[in-house]
């Protein structure tokens, strides 16, 4: 017989109804005379109840259930004895007296106990996956994912965006992340590539006429990985026709809007904030910004130029900077705690910072006796450093300034308890650079990727001066996170191919590794640009975790393991010689 309700549905209203449950047990207390179970599925718990009055041949099923045992019951919805209701579950008002009880599979010990506290190691519960999923924690997370797919599909299809799949198996186009090769047994000796993202299809789509296209797809990297990273991760790809970067604004806003009011039920600030890249280099040190708490980065250069102290005015006569966080009421730090943070500075490929604790007068610190009384308090005026307050202060190149000060500034956000609980800062970044220049590669490298077209009023730089050159691309950020990232792309071929010339991809190359787009960008295509979701990150800020293991069914580890198929694994020579591979070192 089928199950006529889930275990967690029922209430007082179902007094006296008979009705059948099947799932897992979660606990089982013996108390004598009776004896109590906790069955459990994925919608909650039930409390069975089971009478020696109903006859041994079930007491004494019963008393063999252990835990994770799958059992299907029939019995009667009955309300709880005064006293014994428990409010913290929704079916605590109710418990089902037990008439039949089938067991449906045993299960022998579990490595670890089914529980959201679970004390298991996180190895032990990647092992055991199917196990971890039916933690409670891990089954409301997926099914938040499930939402905000829905959301998602739901939002694009009233605005007549269609979902159209582009192939797993692609050319490689290395232009980036390292891509995953499969070899073909057929073509022996070739090979073909997992996408890094849906990029030149998603482009090409455009060209065949879809203005408005999405896709809830799986990309893959090969890259060191990391709590916000994994080797496959999904995003939700976009792309529109005939539009500028304020219709795509338009868009991600609303559907934005409508994700926070679905998953959070929080009405989210529109239109939501706009920094340029410079703007959140300059004031946090990093292009991703956490908003949720102030504590900007100031330069101190123009105070400090014509100070004693050497460090300062040879740092600014060299072009570099002296930037300085204030941390309110941080006066109270301990040596030990200030030479805490020059450690956290230095393991970050730093110098040190420099602390002074504000007083009044003056600064506690070594570095004033280098600064008049006057000059201090033009310090303290100009960065709004009151007496109490502790200056954190570093002299450095301007970006190893801006890193230095932007990593110090979200330990002390966390360590302070700045950042409001529960809280969410949406903002958008723009205007970034075109291109940034690879020492060790000795040429300029796309910040974005290599099709994302330059800001028109900069075009004529691009021969002159490709390093001031600003994009059309932009980032939405969320507590820190880029959650998504897009830009408008080159749609003209002699555009395209200028910004190839200046990644030092030659025309034999570029025609090589991208020759199918670029046929097609001289056959008719339209203006056009997208933007790309880390749906894995979105849910795991949604769901208030900080891994994205924790909001992803079967996930790798930092090390790109499957701990619970143990994949990637060895294959046979058979294998290898059907595809024309041979190992190193591997005998014939």
């Known amino acids: 017989m089928k199950r006529t309700h889930t275990c967690g549905e029922l209430k007082g209203k179902n007094e006296d109804e008979k009705v059948i449950l099947a799932g897992w047990v979660d606990k089982r207390r013996d108390h004598g005379g009776l004896i109590f179970v906790d069955l459990r599925d994925r919608y909650g718990i039930t409390q069975l109840v089971f009478d020696p009055v109903k006859g041994d041949a079930l007491f004494n099923k019963v008393k063999g259930l252990r835990h994770e045992y799958v059992i299907q019951i029939q019995g009667t919805v009955s309300m709880r004895p005064d006293g014994m209701i428990n409010k913290n579950m929704p079916t605590g008002e109710i418990e089902v007296l037990v008439d039949d009880c089938t067991i449906l599979n045993a299960s022998e010990t579990p490595p670890f106990l089914v529980e959201d506290d679970v004390s298991a190691t996180e190895e032990m519960r990647l092992k055991y996956r199917y196990l971890d999923l039916r933690r409670k924690v891990l089954q409301r997370n997926l099914l938040m994912r499930h939402k905000i797919m829905n959301a998602m599909r739901n939002f694009l299809d009233d605005k007549e965006f269609i979902e159209i799949e582009t192939p797993f198996l692609m050319k490689s186009t290395p232009e980036g992340a390292r891509d995953f ?55 939700l790809d976009m792309e529109m026709s005939f539009i500028d970067e304020q219709d795509i604004f338009t868009v991600v806003e609303d559907l934005m809007a409508v994700l926070f009011k679905a998953i959070l039920d929080i009405d989210i600030q529109r239109p ?29 250069g123009q105070h400090v130029a014509d100070c004693d102290f050497k460090i300062f005015t040879e ?13 309110e009421g941080g006066a109270r730090y301990s040596r030990k705690q200030t030479d805490g943070l020059n450690q956290f500075v230095v393991d970050l490929g730093g ?17 004033s006796k280098f600064f008049s009384a006057d000059d201090i308090k033009e310090v303290n005026r100009d960065i709004n450093a009151k007496p109490g307050d502790l ?73 002159q001066s490709p390093g001031n050159v600003k994009a059309r691309a932009y980032d939405l950020v969320l507590n820190g996170h880029e959650i998504a990232g897009g830009s408008i792309r080159n749609h003209i071929y002699e555009h395209q191919m200028k910004v190839f010339s200046l990644l030092k991809i030659d025309q034999e190359e570029a025609k090589e590794k991208f020759g199918f787009l670029l046929d097609a960008l001289k056959l008719g295509a339209p203006p056009h640009g997208g933007i790309a979701f880390g749906l894995d990150r979105l849910a795991m800020i949604f769901a208030g975790v900080n891994s994205l293991r924790d909001v992803i069914a079967f996930p790798k580890t930092t090390a790109a393991l499957s701990l619970m198929d143990g994949s990637p694994s060895t294959v046979s020579k058979v294998q290898l010689k059907e595809l024309g591979l041979k190992l190193l070192g591997q005998d014939d």
């Not at 890094?196 to 990309?219: A, E």
């Not at 956490?290 to 100031?298: H, N, P, W, Y």
């Not at 110098?351 to 007068?361: E, F, N, R, W």
Request: a negative charge; charged letters at 30%.
């Open 315 to 327: 740092t600014i006569r060299k072009g570099g900077m002296v930037g300085a966080l204030v941390l």
């Open 391 to 463: 200056l954190l202060i570093i002299a450095d190149e301007k970006k190893n300034v801006q890193r230095y000060l932007g990593h110090l500034r979200l330990k002390l956000g966390r360590d302070e308890g700045l950042i409001p609980e529960g809280s969410y800062a949406l903002s958008w970044v723009t205007d970034f650079p075109l291109l940034e220049y690879d020492e060790d590669e000795e040429r300029y490298v796309a910040m974005h990727h290599p099709f994302t077209s330059p800001q028109l009023d900069d075009v004529a730089e691009l021969d």
């Open 181 to 235: 090769l499969v070899p073909s047994r057929i073509h022996k000796g070739r090979f073909y590539a997992l996408p890094q993202s849906p990029q030149t299809y998603k482009q090409l789509l455009m060209i065949s006429g879809f203005d408005r296209y999405f896709q809830i797809v799986k990309c893959f990297r090969d890259e060191d990985l990391r709590a916000d990273r994994q080797p496959e991760f999904t995003q």
């Open 272 to 300: 939501i904030p706009r920094l340029t890249f410079s703007e959140a280099m300059s004031k946090y040190g990093v292009d991703k910004p956490d908003l949720r708490f102030g504590m900007e980065i100031r330069d101190i």
């Open 351 to 367: 110098k040190g910072v420099l602390t002074a604790k504000v007083g009044d007068p003056g600064w506690d610190s070594s570095l």
